[in-house]
């Protein structure tokens, strides 16, 4: 069994790897996106996903409660880790980091271009985690993101997703 530190390792570099991996697909093919955006921004985001998880702090407290619960989920052991350790590291990512509508929301504001990009991988990625693929994060999309801005740039995000799924079919 890992501990909690190696499954927290291997979930968030898995993670991230596939974050990058999109990343690098959308920067090599920004001239499909429906907007510009400058050389290599996309990419920089890419290569920076996800750091706070593992800086010191709650962030990283509530990861490392998170990778034990999902240790002890996958070996059948009762798990005494409190959901609301869980819940207040997710929150301080969710809310600290631009990738995340979250973010958004208690600032009133309405995230760049390139963090629209990042928000598509991340939630792509996510869809892999759990053997999903472009049309699964298109269904989490559209099922979770409700807000205006997500709204109103519905066709903006799906556009993205499309071009994901040119990676997709290249796999």
């Known amino acids: 069994m890992k501990t909690p530190k190696e499954h927290?390792?291997?979930?968030?570099?898995?993670?991230?790897?596939?974050?990058?991996?999109?990343?690098?697909?959308?920067?090599l093919n920004k001239?499909?996106?429906?907007?510009?955006?400058?050389?290599?921004?996309?990419?920089?985001?890419?290569?920076?996903h996800d750091l706070d998880k593992f800086k010191k702090g709650?962030?990283?407290?509530?990861?490392?409660?998170l990778a034990e619960?999902?240790?002890?989920?996958?070996?059948?052991?009762?798990n005494k880790v409190k959901?609301?350790?869980l819940e207040y590291g997710c929150e301080i990512h969710y809310k600290t980091q631009d990738h995340?509508?979250?973010y958004y929301f208690d600032?009133?504001?309405?995230?760049?271009?390139?963090?629209?990009?990042?928000?598509?991988?991340?939630?792509?990625?996510?869809?892999?985690?759990h053997n999903g693929n472009v049309d699964?994060?298109?269904?989490y999309f559209l099922k979770n993101f409700n807000d205006e801005f997500s709204k109103k740039n519905k066709e903006i995000f799906i556009k993205i997703f499309e071009l994901l799924r040119e990676k997709e079919n290249e796999n």
Do not use: W
């Open 100 to 102: 995340h509508m979250a």
């Open 136 to 139: 699964s994060a298109i269904e």
């Open 58 to 65: 709650k962030t990283r407290d509530g990861y490392m409660a």
């Open 83 to 85: 959901p609301e350790d």
């Open 69 to 78: 619960y999902h240790e002890n989920r996958m070996n059948d052991i009762p």
């Open 107 to 129: 600032k009133k504001v309405e995230p760049s271009n390139v963090a629209i990009c990042e928000m598509c991988c991340d939630i792509l990625a996510c869809a892999n985690r």
């Open 8 to 27: 927290l390792i291997k979930r968030q570099i898995e993670h991230i790897r596939l974050v990058q991996d999109s990343g690098i697909f959308l920067e």
């Open 31 to 48: 001239d499909k996106l429906p907007f510009e955006i400058e050389d290599f921004e996309i990419l920089n985001r890419a290569l920076c």
